[in-house]
């Protein structure tokens, strides 16, 4: 069973989805069939169904697929994370927590923002709020250690665990390259469709201090 990440180290969580984007496809286990089912107490994870997808990141509070673009140092994420919440009184407190999170972990010497859209919704039946932008990573490494220039590209997910008070969860795609690409949303929409509240729901638990797996 999963533990949740203790409440400080939410910034962790928002700042993997900056940095996991780099080349580390070069230390990615097997390759996983396509829409292969995951699952534990918290959540029901697919698999992106197309493309060759491995597995880069394994751990009691995430899941993080990877694959190459068609070009040079492009690549794509495609990643579940579970973290604790604190008391949240409404939406806009939730919102806010998630932005805060997002920005406080681009450092400005880095990455700059091009764009960045939050949009809460509670299409899912629970609240979430909805991450989509574009980062510039001035100091971008490839995989033969050259610094450039590119650009990371986010469509994601965070929520309030519906069953388990204090849990929440972030799922998305991300998409590092020289350009933006167009097809990342339709993607993103597939992959996040096959990530849902785990049919046994989880029984409440309280979050531990822990160092980042």
Known sequence: MMRTLHMKQLAYVLKLALLCLAPAVVNAQALVPAGKMFSNAFLDVRAPVSGDWMIVRSSQTELAFARTGTV?????IAQVTLFALPDLKDKAEFEA???????ADAPPERFK????NYEYTEQRGYPCVKYVGVTEDMKAK???????SLLLQFNSLYCQ????TGVGFMVGLSHRGAVLDDNLAKDAEAFLEGVQIAKTAAKPVTPEPSEPQ
Request: proline share 4%; hydrophobic share 40%.
């Open 142 to 148: 490839t995989a033969t250690s050259a610094t450039i």
């Open 97 to 103: 927590l998630v932005k805060q999170g997002i920005e």
């Open 72 to 76: 040079v140092n492009e690549s794509f």
């Open 161 to 164: 665990h519906p069953g388990v």
């Open 113 to 116: 923002s091009v764009s960045a």
